[in-house]
């Protein structure tokens, strides 16, 4: 059987590396690999790094938060005070008003505490306080340490992605411009060529 006129050209069997023997694509750059190996090594910092990161900062945050809780539990205490005048303001935000009462060594404090505006002189309110007898804020509660737990885990998560995404982005940036600059060297190289076809 003949093979004139068959596309079958006889010749040297493929060298070894050679991808067209392999199926691959042979217009592949190098830049094009590099490119393929980056997005799989982003995509294993994704799946692996945005997780740990996460739970990593969200633990980190939550027990620095939770050891704030027991300090402040430890610390602070509310006591029944009484205010020495009535609350002034004519609006429903709550205003500090000065307030008086006995410590546990039986010693009168006095300070300043948040009550809602109108509050008559005499009434009772419940302040927190710390060990040196100064009204201070409520402690955190463990709602608040989880609330941060969660929050910081979160931020974590999303850091870690979108630093993925940006170093994607740059490294894609970077190639281009390499790309964009062997194709004008290469077309340099081409063109007077192609235009000397099309000349009369």
């Known amino acids: 059987m003949s093979t004139q006129g068959s596309p079958y050209t006889p010749g040297p069997p493929p060298r070894r590396g050679d991808h067209s023997a392999k199926g691959g694509n042979s217009l592949r750059r190098t830049s094009d690999t590099f490119e393929c190996w980056m997005r799989r090594v982003l995509m294993v910092v994704l799946v692996l790094g945005l997780p740990a990161a996460a739970v990593s900062a969200g633990l980190a945050a939550y027990e620095a938060a939770k050891h704030t809780v027991r300090t402040q539990a430890a610390e602070r205490h509310q006591v029944t005070a009484r205010l020495t005048s009535t609350a002034g303001g004519g609006d429903w935000v709550k205003r500090p008003a000065p307030v008086r009462w006995t410590d546990l060594n039986g010693d009168v404090r006095t300070g300043a505490a948040l009550v809602k505006p ?16 100064q009204v201070t804020d409520p402690p955190t509660t463990r709602l608040n340490a989880t609330t941060s737990g969660w929050l910081v885990g979160g931020m974590a998560a999303f850091g870690v992605g979108a630093g993925s995404c940006a170093v994607g982005a740059g490294i894609r940036l970077v190639l281009d411009r390499r790309r964009y600059a062997q194709w004008d060297a290469e077309w340099d190289l081409v063109e007077p060529g192609w235009s000397a076809r099309f000349r009369p």
């Open 118 to 133: 109108g509050t008559p002189k005499g009434s009772t309110v419940r302040v927190w306080v710390n060990r040196d007898g």
